[in-house]
Every structure is written in structure tokens, then in C-alpha cells.
């Protein structure tokens, strides 16, 4: 007499699954500790030869500073402060004129992204004068926004909203006319109006190309806010610069880039988080960009 056995095919799919999950996570956990291995790996190479190669008298650190002399002059600045007051006081400021100039130059750039990209008769009345406008070097624009408005925080605002402005509108617009032309059409026969086209369809559309135009936007920001600072400021961290660049001092100059490094970063995962939060009906591209 013989017996047998059999097995549902329903448990065999449900423990494939929980192993290819499992496998899938095991594969994700050792990418990101391979990523972290390398960036660390790197970054002590980096960081190593550039202390060798000073210390050895390959490089000369009077021009190029030294990584222990950058973080003993980084300790001296977070505790003595600089000749402008507190070196935290100078990080606010260039945040406060960066965060002012980033929102500034965005909403207008989407405001104007959006109107140009659907209106081909305003693209081509305004269309030549903003790219004159965006061929003036920014240095010049800087130094006119100091002679108009002072050595405040109103120019190092604008000159930053400026740079942050052409990356956000190019963008939109680029993203407003790649809409799928028979959703816009659809919209229309289904009676959407104009407002309700704009707010449901062409801005998720294009929400894709904004966001991705703001991971690079920030960073123009911050660069709007030095170079406006290094122009003529009573406070920031560009006047931090400038400072240590006149007193033949690389450390204190590196020194005040790592901060800057550290908070672009930081604006950097932040703007992250609002991606996936805004984009999380898309799904997930298989591309190594997504995984950066």
C-alpha cells in the first residue's frame, strides 16, 4: 500500500515569492554597503593623498591648504567665530538670501515655464528677450544689483533667484511642451477648462522635469548668494571667503566650502523626500539615476 503526498501550489507560489523578496532585499542591502564602502573608499584616498602629498612638500600647502590644518581652522571658526561675528550667524545669512532667492527664482520659473510652453505667441514675443537676459554673465547682473540695492540682503536674493529663474523656466516650458497633445485633447472634449487643464494635467505632466530642475536649482542658489556676498556684503559665508582668499589663507577657504558642501547636501536629500512625496504615483524607473 502506498501513500501520496501532495502539495498546494498556492504554498509553493507564496514561499517563492517571500524568497525572491527576501533575495531582493538581501541584493539591496549589499548594493547600498557597497556605495557607502566606495564613497568612503574614496574619500579617504582623496583625503589621505592630499595629506601626504602636503606633508611630503609635493603640493604646497601655503596654496592648497592641508586637510588637518582645514579641519582645525573648520574647529576654530564653529568656536572663536570670524571678524564679522559668529560663524553661525554668517551660515544663517547665506541660507536665509539662498532659501529666499531658490523659492523666488522657482515660483517664477514655473509661473513662466508653464505660460510660455502653452502659449507659442507669447514664446516667441518673450522667448528672445529672455535668452538675452540669461546671457549676461551673472557677475555683471550681480554688481548692478549691489550698485541699486546696496550691499543688503535684496541683491544677494535676487542675483540668486536670477540663476535659480532660467534653470526652473527652461525646464517647465520643455516639460509643458512634451505633454501627450491627445490627454490635452481628451481634457478639452471632456469640457475641462483652461484652469482645471493646467492644474491636473499639464503641471503633473511636467512636474517630472521641475523637480528634476531643482536638485541642481538649490545649488545656484547658494552660488547666487556667494557670489553676491564676495561682491559686497557685511555678513555670509562668501565674505567668509573672500576674507581668507585676501589673508593668503587656503584652510579657512576650504573650511567654509565643507559647510557649504554639507548644506547643499542636506538641501539635496530634502528635495529628495519631496520627489518621492509629489511623484509617488510614477512609477519607479530602472535607471542608475534613481539609485545616486
Do not use: C
Amino acid at each position: 500500500m502506498s501513500t501520496t503526498s501532495t502539495v498546494s501550489p498556492t504554498l509553493v507560489g507564496d514561499g517563492a515569492h517571500v524568497s525572491a523578496a527576501a533575495a531582493a532585499r538581501r541584493a539591496g542591502r549589499r548594493r547600498i554597503a557597497l556605495v557607502w564602502a566606495g564613497r568612503i573608499g574614496l574619500a579617504a584616498v582623496v583625503i589621505g593623498g592630499w595629506q601626504a602629498f602636503t606633508t611630503w612638500g609635493i603640493v604646497d600647502p601655503f596654496f592648497f591648504g592641508q586637510p588637518s590644518g582645514i579641519a582645525q581652522r573648520l574647529v576654530d571658526l564653529l568656536q572663536k567665530g570670524t571678524e564679522f561675528g559668529s560663524f553661525y550667524a554668517n551660515v544663517w545669512t547665506t541660507i536665509q538670501e539662498a532659501l529666499a532667492g531658490f523659492a523666488l527664482g522657482a515660483a517664477t520659473g514655473v509661473v513662466f515655464g508653464v505660460a510660455l510652453g502653452q502659449s507659442r505667441y507669447l514664446s516667441d514675443v518673450l522667448g528672445p528677450y529672455i535668452k538675452m537676459v540669461n546671457a549676461i554673465p551673472r557677475i555683471v547682473l550681480g554688481s548692478i544689483f549691489i550698485v541699486a540695492f546696496g550691499i543688503g540682503v535684496l541683491p544677494k536674493i535676487l542675483l540668486a533667484a536670477v540663476l535659480v529663474f532660467f534653470i526652473v523656466f527652461f525646464n517647465a516650458f520643455q516639460g509643458v511642451r512634451e505633454v501627450d497633445r491627445n490627454i490635452l485633447a481628451n481634457a478639452k472634449v471632456l469640457g475641462a477648462s483652461q484652469l482645471q487643464i493646467i492644474r491636473h494635467v499639464i503641471v503633473p505632466s511636467a512636474l517630472t522635469w521641475i523637480i528634476a530642475s531643482l536638485h541642481s536649482a538649490f545649488g545656484f542658489a547658494i552660488v547666487g548668494a556667494l557670489v553676491g556676498e564676495v561682491l559686497g556684503a557685511q555678513s555670509g559665508l562668501g565674505l567668509v571667503i573672500k576674507t581668507a582668499q585676501n589673508q593668503f589663507d587656503p584652510n579657512g577657504v576650504f573650511a567654509t566650502m565643507l559647510v557649504i558642501s554639507v548644506i547643499v547636501l542636506g538641501a539635496e536629500w530634502l528635495i529628495g523626500k519631496l520627489e518621492h512625496r509629489l511623484l509617488s504615483w510614477r512609477p519607479p524607473a530602472p535607471t542608475e539615476a534613481n539609485s545616486l
